[in-house]
């Protein structure tokens, strides 16, 4: 039998940081980096006789996620400890959630490749607190814990195994980070660990009604780094279901360095947790008024905007989908059209120029770091003439790069867009004296040779001469 | 109520404790006696009370997410038995 066989299983636990100013069940502050412990108090150090208190924004935060998400919220629901011995968690047990989550039972729509849509259900989202990080002395002979993200809110994002591919798994995960960003409630930025997923990963026979036993992969940090570890763990069940082998149900670490998965810990520690009721922290009961002033709340999720996008402006699914994917490349659509007025010019330099630009320098639409009123007017600059496409790259370049305003990135440069008649004319007269033959080619028939001359007279230029007046001006001279 | 020792040692390994072999019987006799007291529990008669999800009925006692800062780090690890550049050190884990 080979690959194509099997079918692959996937569940993706997916952990958010919530963006509230303070941690979980303390007034320190969430903010990232700092010096290490100095967002710290007895409370999250786990200090004897410290109490939690909840953050009424974590329960905000996490309904509104669940809104979003099309989930059931909770009426009743409570905090549970999770024990296990770890040095970043200071009391041996994270306060989490067991059996009353806040939400349960949701779904996140996607749409793959061949316009599909799949509805990926989700089991459930509840709160829980972060744990702290470990770093290692300079001398390699002891650890060191710092707490300062001990006890920063998450939500653990729970979806059914759903998904059936490195590909869903990327496009979900995509997703469910847009619809964070949207509502407000995570920056997920996956390279400061404030989106993170765990992947349960298991393989069967097509057709075969029973799952597979899975793995659950941990570690990884990044989109690239998540297909990776699918491709790869799916790929390494396969081989050993085919070479007649058992797959045992373990925790994977994923090494992004070697490109394989090792395993954390054997059968025989399965987890057992005791959970229990924390007994230091009250009930939380949601009254419908509550849960309808958070609806109500709401700001537009990607799937409205994409409509409206589609309907009202006219642009096509495919770079509606592209755009409203991303909360921030939205918004830089939104700010730059409303600026220049040119939404159709604006969706175009993103699909091509811009996109091109983040593909090439991989980097995710949030790490843009121009605005989108610079946007809009490097727009207008087209627009005006002022400058020429090509030049409009070597600004986008440079925004990227150092951003401010774009005609002054222009007038810097000396990039402004010759229009001058008497300057074009020079310079076409130079290149036909230049291109004889193109000319004696053009003559006989052969067109394109315009194109060659006004890409000469481009180069000639630097990519300065405006196109339109080029290809106006070689027309008349080669016509005489 | 039986409690075998194999229990016993499933306990104290997710307790992280070391118990000798010699010790175990103590220990399985020490649980039953646990176990049998709060057994008593259940002869009590619960047909029409509702289910209990907690020790307590207060609820939604909530914070305003306001930062207050504790600012004293040095209090905060002053009972450290080993610290670097402001964090516990702890023997080396993997």
Redesign the interface.
Known sequence: MSKEDYEIVMGLEVHAELS???KIFC???TEFGG????????VC?A?PGTLP?????V?EYAIKAGLATNCEIAR?S?NDRK?Y???DLPKAYQISQFD?PLCEKGYVEITNKNEEKKKVRLTRIHIEEDAGK????DY???????LNRAGVPLIEIVSEPDLRSAEEAEMYLRKVKSILEYIEVSDCKMQEGSLRADVNVSVRKRGQAEYGTRTEMKNMNSFRSIVRAIEYESNRQIEVLEEGGKIDQETLRWDDVSGKTFSMRDKEDAQ?Y?YF?D?D?????MSEEYIENIKKSLPELPESRKKRYIEEIGLPEYDANLITASKHLSNLFEKASEICGNYKAVSNFIMTDITKFLNEKELEPDQIPFSGEELGNLIILIDKGTISTSIAKKVLAVLFEAPEDPMKIVEKNGWLQISDEGAIKEVVLKIIEQNQQSVTDYKAGKKQALGYLVGQAMKETKGKANPGMLNKMFMEELEK | MEITREEIM?IAK?A?LKIEDSETQKYVNNMKEILNFANTVNEVDTDNIDTS??????????????????GD?DI??ANAP?Q??????????I
């Open positions: 509230t100013k303070t007034s320190c502050p010096e290490p412990n100095t967002h710290c108090c007895p150090m200090m208190v909840l953050n009424e924004k329960v009743n409570k024990n011995f770890y040095p009353m470990l770093n290692h002395d390699g002979r002891g650890s060191l814990v710092d057992d005791r009721p007994p922290l009250a009930l939380i009961k | 499933h997710l992280n999800i907690h020790a307590v009925e207060t609820f939604n006692r909530f914070r305003k997410d306001e930062i207050h800062e504790f780090r905060l690890l080993e670097e550049n402001g964090m516990f050190k702890i023997p080396k884990v």
